[in-house]
């Protein structure tokens, strides 16, 4: 399970730096998100992977396991949707005042000088 | 105990202010408002920095949970002087903005107090990953300022520095997984604890974890090669607002400083002094870039922006030596460099001005000019000597000097350059005026003073200042004292 999660982890963010690096907005905008998923999948997993422990001490003592990084994660995925958001309306009004999906707001000049 | 409750006051006051300014839609109440607590700000941050300098820290624990459990505020010498700081410039960004900045779109003034409080909570956040959120706080209405009244070239700017600051906070929480999956703690003094107790197989992962931080606050700071964001930015912004940001790269800095001396600091075994090989690097080449931005830019607010890249450079170079003498000098230098470069975009969005008002602007200008090229007779001056006298005399010092004092002409001759050609109208600048920021009225010229005279005090005052940060910096490179003061903080419940 550990180097599948792995294996997720880097494709989700090797991906995601890929679509990052276009110079269109929507693509960037994917980018962001997938980088997103990455993070939140390894802040995840910073708490140790298994299937066994339950989230919550029990009477008996026994195994249990790290409730922080699901809080941490529970956090990051409610700041990095609001930033998402905020950025599609960013992007939005970027595009109607500057009529192109460029990430410099302008098309690129045809050919190089 | 007051003064337990009263590290909540600089966070707290500025976002049920931000509630407040909603209730009613005339633009008087709005402004009394926003002015109104950004002065409170001030005299709590006063109060703060004098219980602060009484040396010992003070932790307030939110909810009274047990320390490495819960949530704590952290107030010491470092933090209290952030605080007055961006009080300080939050007053001279609100007075400025309340000349008719607030106007172009609503919500204005909300989004200011929102951002007063995301970096009053980040100078005295005790744990990782509320250092995070107070960043994600202050970003997320730095976003809106930037693109605040939506203008093309600040949307065209905005799109560039949204993007770099998300993926910049992406990395940062990589960053708080691997530290946390190693030593399995956020609060900073037990972090700190747990780090220098680490065992030896763990070693790859902290330099690892401790160098994404590093990347993370050099973008946040502007450091090179992550400092080409900047100009774009803080040009395309409002005079206001530019003013205002030029704290948001000092808590970059603040936080090297912090985590640089307390959890990678000279006690943490194999993770000791991990940032300073790639500091003094990155500082000097900061410095490099800055200056010839300065050099080449076709407005005043780029060129303004371009020193205050190289400011930061200049203060990395001492916080990269780490020792008790460069820290002091960092500290006053920063100081001083926050108020010179948010006076400067005062100034700087007054300059294509009115014939009447063109006596009052130069003035302006050259004072400003004076402090942000870092000449005497103003404090800049003595903050670079005290950098300069704080360097070791090797090849990094070799290096340093040559980049400190290489930059300081540089920049004054800039200053010269743009300033000859906005005042006498020798204009060989065609293209300086072509940023023309909005219209300005004649009062807006009294912010930009107030700045220059809280620099000409910071000047006269210089001998309190500089005891103050050396007394800071001891404090600093005792990192125990930090250590114990939070862990000790138990029971009471």
Known sequence: ?113 | MMAGYALMLPVLTPIVAACVVLLHDGPRWRRGVMLGTSIFLVAVATWLLIIADGGAYRVYRLGDWPVPIGIVLVLDRLSAAMLLLSAIVGVLGAWRASDGTDRAAPHFHTLYLLQLAGLNGAFLAGDLFNLFVFFELLLIASYALVVYGSTTPRLRAGVHYVVLNLAGSSLFLVAIGVLYGVAGSLNLADLAVRIAAAPASDTALLRSGALLLLVVFALKAAAAPLSFWLPGAYTAAAPAVAALFAIMTKVGVYAIIRTGTLLFGSEAGAVANVYAPWLTGAAVATIAVGALAAFGATSVVRMVAALLVVSVGTMLCAVALFTEQALAAALFYLVHSTLAAAAMFLVAGMVPTRESTRVTTGTLFTIGALAIAGVPPLAGFLGKALILQATPPDARGLWIWSAVLGSSALAVIALARVGMASFWEVATVQELHDEAPIRTRPSSGYPAGGALLVIILLTVFAGPAGDYSRRTAQQLVTENGYVQAVLSTQGGR
């Not at chain 1, 997103?36 to 298994?50: D, P, T």
């Not at chain 1, 990095?80 to 992007?91: N, Q, T």
């Open chain 1, 1 to 113: 399970m550990n180097l599948l999660v792995a294996v997720v982890i880097g494709v989700l963010m090797g991906c995601g730096v890929l679509l990052l690096l276009r110079a269109r907005i929507f693509p960037v905008l994917l980018g962001i998100m997938l980088v997103g998923y990455a993070v939140n999948l390894f802040l995840l997993a910073s708490g140790r992977l298994g299937n066994t422990a339950p989230p919550i001490i029990t009477e008996g003592g026994g195994p249990y396991a790290d409730p922080l990084p699901q809080a941490l994660v529970l956090t990051a995925i409610v700041i990095g949707f609001g930033m998402l958001a905020l950025l599609v309306a960013i992007a939005l009004k970027a595009r109607q005042a500057t009529g192109t999906d460029h990430v410099d707001g302008a098309e690129p000049r045809e050919q190089g000088r």
